[in-house]
């Protein structure tokens, strides 16, 4: 079986391979993000290969199993034609000469399959009358019927793979207990007949760990091939009798290829009770064209080159008759997994939240189509939220709001003090215009939260804050400064200005405490104004300046507003 795994030094977490996974089987976890093939899902397709830009996919068949085998000298390897195109320039010839040089004792072409096949399909194809009868000899089709199309099993061919096939016919010939290697793109994902599967890669290396190299070998065949030719079959398993008689376009015929197309055809046999008459269906155009073969735009250079390599047709069978075996398979539906707990999804799709219509956003750039197959597949672990770029775009305009708001009293932070305290002193500057600032620090707090506890003192804080809010427009700046202080910059407002905005703010927090049922005067603030002048910019730090003379209230009895005026005495105003 080859395994899909992704390399998490080269991963660079762009997603692309989950865009294209048809089967859900590439799972986003942790914060990193970091991706991981869930093997039980993957359908072997290699989709995700080419979609890598990074070649962080890796593929690997059963290397070791294989060099073992190779080892002992007993096993046969099904070598799959598509592999005159992968060792080029090394001819077939050479190939060959050099796995058995590796040790194999047995090496085929893997035409024998597509001949087994092919006669199996000609049998059901006089055998009338059976309805629809979809082709069962592309494994990626098969594992996605079983597992995302149970409704189509029914109607898979009850016909084998050609490598299971081959596989059975090469132990009916020398002995059941031969060891069989396949090497190629196309390996049957859950056969446990097939002793190893490998990729061409993976022989490469099984090659060069055996001391051969193909291309030091004899150009001609040191041993007697195996049978190389066909007779009834195309590549695949197609019987060529078949192909033909499609082409008149008849209703007993079709040619699907893709995944794509499954849902509709799951739709029209089981829904709409249609009869197809034979699909012939591929998850792409033949096992030249699977993603592990190479670039799409080589296509026909390698199909150019395997039809090279293909000795003339037989006229007679190629398949010994003398030999017995079953080309039959059954295929086990793969159970669903249990359907995502619908709260959860509710859950998921709350946080990543709708357009500004109230729709979904659907827009598809975490590899899913929609915003909900996307939230099933996060409370099943196989997707992360990190993957949702209008998620995270409100998480980070959240975190900045978070920043930007006390989370207490509902204030601006010191952050966003110190910044609009610049902004102003800048503006003050160019438009010739005075500003002003209050510090504002509640008188004993401590007394209050020894007193009556922290929640009380929180709640006068919260209200507080609530008198400063309504007593400022809302161009000033209302911010708590931290534990019980708070600083107002009054925007376009002098110095006498800002002290009757300060007067009407003491006076009404001292309302607080009554409206709160506290005694008199055991809620009240000193408050120091200090006023920005633009024609005197140096004069020094603003805030340093109003928290001067807040301390001179406070000494001076408390409930009391102080003026800071540059280079001149302060006064303390009595109120
Ligand atoms: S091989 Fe196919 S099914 Fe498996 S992870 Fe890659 S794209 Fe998904
Ligand atoms: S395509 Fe997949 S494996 Fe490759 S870098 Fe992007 S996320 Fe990682
Ligand atoms: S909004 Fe997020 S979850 Fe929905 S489709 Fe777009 S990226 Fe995927």
């Known amino acids: 079986m080859l395994s899909f795994l992704i390399d998490a030094d080269l991963c660079v977490a762009c997603l692309a391979c989950v865009r294209i996974c048809p089967s859900d089987a590439i799972e986003v976890v942790g914060e990193a993000p970091l991706l991981r093939v869930v093997d039980e899902s993957c359908i072997r397709c290699g989709e995700c290969v080419p979609a890598c830009p990074h070649q962080a996919v890796k593929v690997s068949g059963e290397l070791g199993r294989a060099l073992e085998l190779a080892g002992q000298g007993t096993a046969a390897l099904i070598l799959s034609p598509e592999s005159a195109a992968h060792f080029y320039p090394a001819t077939p010839e050479q190939l060959i000469n050099a796995c058995y040089a590796a040790g194999f004792r047995v090496v085929t072409r893997g035409v024998i399959g597509d001949e087994l096949v092919a006669a199996e399909y000609l049998r059901l194809w006089e055998d009338e009358p059976w309805g629809t009868l979809v082709r069962s000899t592309d494994p990626v089709v098969v594992e996605t019927v079983r597992m995302q199309y149970p409704e189509l099993v029914p109607y898979l061919a009850p016909v084998a793979t050609p490598t299971v096939a081959e596989t059975r016919y090469l132990r009916a010939r020398y002995g059941a207990s031969l060891p069989v290697v396949y090497a190629g793109h196309v390996a049957p994902p859950s056969c446990r007949e097939v002793d190893a599967a490998v990729t061409f890669s993976d022989l490469e290396q099984l090659l060069r760990m055996r001391s051969v190299s193909a291309l030091t070998q004899p150009t001609f065949f040191q041993r007697i091939p195996e049978e190389r030719r066909r007779h009834l079959s195309a ?157 995270e775009e409100r998480r980070a305009n959240e975190a900045v709001r978070a920043a930007a708001v006390d989370v207490l009293t509902g204030l601006a932070t010191y952050r966003v003090l110190q910044e609009r305290l610049q902004y102003e002193i800048e503006r003050s500057k160019r438009s010739d215009e005075a500003f002003a600032v209050l510090f504002i620090d509640l008188d004993s707090f401590k007394l209050v939260n020894d007193r009556h506890g922290h929640e009380a003192g929180n709640d006068i804080l919260r209200a507080v804050a609530a008198e400063i809010r309504a007593a400022v427009r809302a161009s000033d700046v209302a911010s708590r400064y931290g534990g019980d202080e708070f600083v107002v910059i009054l925007t376009r407002t002098d110095l006498p200005g800002a002290t009757r905005v300060a007067e009407a703010l003491r006076a009404g927090i001292e309302g607080v405490g009554r409206r709160l049922g506290y005694p008199a005067g055991l809620v009240t603030v000193s408050i120091g104004v200090a006023e920005f002048d633009p024609h005197r910019p140096a004069d020094g730090d603003l805030l340093v300046a109003a928290d001067r003379a807040l301390y001179r209230a406070k000494m001076a009895g408390r409930n009391l507003i102080a003026e800071a005026q540059r280079l001149r005495q302060h006064e303390v105003t009595r109120t």
């Open 235 to 391: 590549a695949g398993g197609m019987p060529l009798a078949m192909l033909e008689e499609s082409r008149q376009a008849g209703s007993r015929f079709r040619i699907v290829r893709g995944l794509d197309a499954l849902p509709a055809l799951a739709r029209a046999v089981t829904v709409e009770r249609l009869e197809l008459g034979f699909v012939d269906i591929l998850s792409n155009e033949g096992a030249l064209d699977h993603p592990l073969s190479g670039p799409k735009e080589e296509l026909y250079w390698r199909r150019a080159l395997v039809a090279s390599a293909e000795p003339p047709r037989s006229r007679s069978p190629v398949v010994d008759r003398a030999l017995t075996m079953s080309i039959g398979a059954t295929f086990e539906i793969k159970p669903r997994p249990a359907p995502a707990d619908a709260a959860a999804v509710e859950a998921v799709l709350a946080s990543i939240g709708t357009a500004s219509n109230g729709k979904p956003w659907d827009c598809g750039a975490c590899g899913y189509d929609t915003c909900l197959q996307f939230a099933r597949s996060a409370v099943s672990g196989r997707a992360s939220l990190r993957q949702c770029p209008p998620h």
